[in-house]
Every structure is written in structure tokens, then in C-alpha cells.
């Protein structure tokens, strides 16, 4: 068995990276820059309408509300009927309306293009993730676990897609309501623009310092929560040796710190996040008592309106609504950089193994294959291969043969170009396999591996997934050529989700009749009948022979008794070649290979024995 080095998650943490990570993942709305200049626009209005609010409301105060009321007051004291002027009322409140308007048009313009923008955004990065798993070398899959893939579709994808549409929003829309309202109170009275405008730095440090608390715990919550999550999963499973060794109270200890750390840091992040929203209002509640005491006294001293005065209050109260959500921005990028890097560290993967700019196809193969001093290995500490030689004619049978973990696998591997060797080369017709192209071996190569992997679908569509314009006839011919003469008369079926319609050895046989469709000439079987019965195996045996014919194969077999008929038999042995030669030349010079055939034979005959 080959030794693999486990994947580790890369973690994204630090605050240099956020700012080369918005870049690259704004440059996905600039594709579309129909839609993002619209939907900044909306939001830019958003901020606009926002701010001028308060202008409105100072003006209806200052032109219609005090002039009505000093006129009032001035018929009452002069005992004169009263004839209120309604129509700076009816202007000023009309502007509120279209205000009002207007800011519908812009959150319905937001609200519609962000929606179109994440979409659009999410599909392009599964698209592209997806393409590129497709491309990456068979040796990625060695480390990177399925979870970990799906969760880069999925979450991360959707995570990174909302702060390119509501967390933009967030910025720009704050950025817009601060510049716009700190514009307008210079404009007007440079003195109590002033107190706001320093309570602006306070509160943003403030409300950083605490979201990236907020953040640092809810990023340990996160991980402390995989870990119980999979102790959970892990101990559940394997309750059965717990009872056994006796560790019920040991793991329920582990399990116990484990919860314990997550208490810890979920009280920590629920104390800052309970303080946030509190100490925010409590500065902008201080801010805006300044305003009451110092505008206030430049109102009774008549350097200020009171439509001025009212408009400043509200600035002072609502500008600290765009700081709040800037902070929100910022704590919200923090948390989907690691989401965003993993998926850019996907996107920049390079393939372990692809054509070199100068390669050039293979012709149609013969299928004489070499390994020429070939050493290989996984984990560099651990070679599997070592100046590994081989030679195979063209349509030759080989069995390899061996205990588990020698480099059978490994071998058939190389061949396949799953991996490439360290040191050597591996000739296919003469031609060094890496100076031709990927596509070129893999359109001829055949490959049927132990757990056959069904797509959803029906039969006809699984036997034609490598040849999809196959025709039913050469379908057909597919099955009869591996004995699967039922099957080809169900082609219409559902093999449901992985072929979990079909048998296991119904399911073999697809696999068989997929691989042979496109006629491979080089042919590879990974244990291929080890996980079917017997009478299963019998049924796939009747069409191997034919399957074979003409083919250069490779067979790695669980009973040995399946492989009698091969050309050759490798004995595999610590990643060298202990022994080759026929069954019969092999079982007459009564080595290691005769020894692992008579003692699964005995065991076999045992089993009938037992089986009667």
C-alpha cells in the first residue's frame, strides 16, 4: 500500500492577505461591468438619498414649520384671524416623498443587480473549480479529501460570492453616507462638524478591534467544533473497540475538554459580539449629546437654525449606522478570506503531471511497454519503486502478483500516467511517455478497478460514457463481449445514484463493457473481480479471455485462480520482481508463487468443504 502525506487544510489568517484577496475577487464583477457599474451606482444613490435627508428636514423645518409658527404667534398677539401658508409644507414633504422614491429605485436596483452579480460570480468559480479538478493529477486526490472539495463548491463559493454583492455594499454604501454627511455639516457649520467628524476614527478603531475579537473566537468555535465533530464520528463508529480496550471513561474525558474549549471561545465571541451593538450606541450617543449641548447653545444664541440644529442631531445619530457596517465589511472579509483563498489556492493548483509544450500525440498503440530503471515512491523516506526494470510485447497478458503494499498498484498506476516516475523513464512504443500527450494514451488505455464507480443515469449511458456517440449495436457488442448478455436487454434502466440499482456484479460488468467500448489497446485490471462472488466472477470470466485478445493487459487479481491463463505472472516483492514466468513454469519452480497459489487453493477447497 502506498503511503501518502495527508492533506492539510492551508490556513489564511493574516491581514496582509486581504487586501491582493479583494483584488482578485473584484475582478470577477469587473467582467461584468454592466452589471457591477449599475449596481454601484444604486448604491452610491443609496448613500446620496440618504444623507440628503436630513437637509430635506432641515429646510421644511427652517422655510415651513418655524415661519408657520412665528406667523401664528404673530396673529395671535395682534388678535388677527390666521391663514396658514401650506405650500412650502406641500413642497418640502413632496421632496421627502421623491426621496423616498428615490431610494426605493435604488435598493430595488441593488437588491436586483447583486443578486445577478452573486449568481453570476458563483457559477463562474464552480465552473471554474470544477474544470480544474477535472485537470488536476490523479496525485491531488491523494490528499485532498472529498469533504474539503465539496465544501470549495459549496460554502466557500457562496461565502466569497456575498461579500462581492452585500458586504460591497456595506463599504460603499458607508463610505458614501460618511462622505456625503460630513460634506454637508462642513458646509453648514464647520464647528459641530468637527465634533462628529472626531468621534469617527474613535468608533471605527473601536469597532474594528472588537469584530476582529468577534472574529477570532468564531474562528476557534469553527475549528474546535470539527474536532467534536469528528471525535463524534470517529468514537460512535468505533464504540464497538471502546467496549472492548475499556476507554469508555478516557474518550468521554477527551470528548469533555473538547466540549469545555468550545464553551470557552463561544462565551468569549458571544461576550464581544453582546458588547458591540451596545458600545456603539453608547458613542454615538455621546457624540450626540455634544451636539445637543453645543448646538444647542448656538441655537439660543441664534448662530443656528433649528432646522440646522435638528438636521446636525440626526447626522450625529445615523452616521455612526455606515461606521457600524464598514466594521461589519471589514470582520466579514477577514472571515471569507480563508474561504477565498482556499478557493484561489484550488484555482492555482498546477497539475502534477501534464503535457509538455512540445509533446506530441501518440499514434494508434501497439502496446509494447518499458520500464527503464524507473524509481518511484510517494514519500521520499519511502520508495516504492527502485531501478525498476520491465518489458512487455506488445498484447501480451501480465499478473501481477504479491502481498499488499509491494507496488503492484503503483505499477499500474505509472503505466496509466496517474503518476509519472522520480528517476527513469517508461517507453510506450519505443517513445518516452512524457514527450507525448496526456490525451493520446489515456483515449487507448482501458481501466477497470476493484469498486466500480457507476454515474446516475441508465446502462446505456454508463457503457457509452468514454464513446458517447456509440451506437446501440456497439453497446450491445460490448456486453457479449464480457458475458453480460441480461444487462443488454435493460439498457433503458436507472442504475440510480452510484448503481445502487444494479448488483455488485451487475455493476462490474458495466464497468468491464464501459472500458472495452472505445477498444483500448492497453487494458488494466486493479482487483477488478475482488469484491464480487464467485459465480459473479465465473460469469465475467467467460469474456475476459476474448477481452483480452490483441490487448497488452495488466491484471492485479485477489484469486489467483483468474490469472492461470495470463502470458506472464510477476511475483511482486518489496517494489522488485521476485519472480516471472508462466503459471506452469512458475508453479514448477515451486518458489513464492507456488506457495501463495497451493495455500489459496487449500483454503478454497476448506471453504467449498465448509460450504457443503
Not at 464520528?233 to 464497538?240: C, F, P
Request: proline share 3%.
Amino acid at each position: 500500500m502506498s503511503e501518502h502525506i495527508p492533506f492539510q487544510d492551508e490556513k489564511f489568517e493574516g491581514k496582509k492577505a486581504l487586501v491582493p484577496f479583494l483584488k482578485r475577487l473584484f475582478k470577477y464583477s469587473y467582467r461584468h461591468k454592466k452589471l457591477f457599474w449599475i449596481f454601484t451606482f444604486s448604491i452610491l444613490m443609496i448613500g446620496v438619498v440618504d444623507a440628503i435627508q436630513p437637509l430635506i428636514w432641515m429646510y421644511f423645518l427652517d422655510e415651513a414649520v418655524v415661519p408657520g409658527v412665528e406667523a401664528y404667534q404673530q396673529a395671535a398677539a395682534n388678535g388677527t384671524p390666521h391663514q396658514p401658508d401650506y405650500r412650502n409644507v406641500w413642497f418640502y414633504g413632496g421632496l421627502l416623498i421623491g426621496n423616498g422614491v428615490l431610494a426605493s429605485i435604488a435598493v430595488y436596483l441593488f437588491v436586483l443587480y447583486a443578486g445577478k452579480i452573486q449568481e453570476q460570480i458563483l457559477y463562474e468559480l464552480r465552473q471554474e473549480m470544477f474544470a480544474k479538478l477535472q485537470w488536476l493529477s490523479f496525485s491531488y486526490y491523494d490528499k485532498a479529501q472529498t469533504g474539503w472539495l465539496l465544501s470549495r463548491l459549496t460554502s466557500d463559493a457562496q461565502k466569497v460570492c456575498e461579500l462581492i454583492s452585500w458586504g460591497f455594499l456595506d463599504v460603499v454604501w458607508g463610505m458614501t453616507m460618511i462622505t456625503a454627511c460630513l460634506a454637508s455639516m462642513f458646509y453648514f457649520s464647520w464647528k459641530l462638524a468637527l465634533i462628529v467628524a472626531l468621534s469617527i476614527p474613535v468608533l471605527m478603531v473601536v469597532s474594528i478591534q472588537i469584530r476582529t475579537l468577534i472574529l477570532k473566537y468564531s474562528r476557534a468555535s469553527r475549528r474546535v467544533n470539527s474536532d467534536i465533530i469528528a471525535t463524534y464520528t470517529e468514537h460512535i463508529n468505533g464504540v464497538e473497540v471502546n467496549k472492548i480496550t475499556a476507554q469508555e471513561e478516557r474518550v468521554s474525558n477527551d470528548f469533555g475538554r473538547l466540549t469545555q474549549k468550545m464553551r470557552d471561545v463561544t462565551f468569549r465571541s458571544d461576550f464581544y459580539t453582546a458588547m458591540y451593538r451596545p458600545l456603539v450606541i453608547f458613542m454615538g450617543s455621546i457624540a450626540a449629546s455634544l451636539i445637543i449641548y453645543f448646538g444647542g447653545k448656538m441655537l439660543l444664541f441664534q448662530t443656528i437654525t433649528l432646522g440646522l440644529f435638528a438636521a446636525f442631531f440626526r447626522y450625529a445619530l445615523r452616521i455612526f449606522d455606515p461606521i457600524n457596517e464598514i466594521a461589519h465589511f471589514y470582520a466579514f472579509a477577514q472571515s471569507s478570506l480563508s474561504a477565498g483563498e482556499r478557493i484561489f489556492s484550488l484555482l492555482d493548483e498546477i497539475p502534477d503531471i501534464q503535457d509538455k509544450a512540445d509533446s506530441t500525440p501518440f499514434g494508434k498503440l501497439k502496446g509494447d511497454i518499458t520500464f527503464d530503471h524507473v524509481t518511484f515512491y510517494y514519500n521520499e523516506e519511502k520508495k516504492v519503486l527502485e531501478d525498476f526494470n520491465l518489458h512487455v510485447n506488445a498484447g501480451e497478458s501480465i499478473a501481477l502478483v504479491g502481498p499488499t503494499g509491494e507496488g503492484k498498484s503503483t505499477i499500474v498506476n505509472l503505466v496509466a500516467r496517474f503518476y509519472e516516475p522520480k528517476e527513469g523513464r517508461i517507453l510506450i512504443d519505443g517513445k518516452d511517455y512524457q514527450e507525448a500527450t496526456l490525451q493520446s494514451l489515456r483515449s487507448q488505455l482501458g481501466m477497470v478497478l476493484q469498486t466500480p464507480h457507476l454515474f446516475a443515469g441508465t446502462v446505456r449511458d454508463n457503457v457509452r460514457y468514454a464513446k458517447p456517440d456509440a451506437s446501440d449495436e456497439e453497446i450491445k457488442k460490448a456486453l457479449h463481449l464480457v458475458a453480460a448478455n441480461d444487462i443488454a436487454d435493460i439498457l433503458d434502466e436507472e442504475v440510480g445514484e452510484g448503481g445502487d440499482r444494479l448488483s455488485m456484479g451487475q455493476k462490474q460488468l458495466v464497468s468491464f463493457a464501459r472500458a472495452i467500448l472505445a477498444d483500448p489497446r492497453i487494458f488494466i485490471m486493479d482487483e477488478a473481480t475482488s469484491s464480487i462472488d464467485t459465480l459473479a466472477e465465473a460469469k465475467i470470466q467467460e469474456g475476459i479471455k476474448e477481452l483480452l485478445k490483441g490487448r497488452t493487459s495488466f491484471i492485479i487479481a485477489h484469486r489467483l485462480s483468474t490469472i492461470k491463463n495470463c502470458d506472464r505472472i510477476l511475483v511482486i516483492n518489496k517494489g522488485a520482481i521476485a519472480e516471472d514466468g508462466s503459471h506452469q513454469e512458475l508453479m514448477a519452480k515451486k518458489g513464492k508463487y507456488y506457495r501463495l497459489y497451493t495455500k489459496q487453493l487449500r483454503k478454497e477447497q476448506v471453504e467449498a468443504e465448509l460450504a457443503e
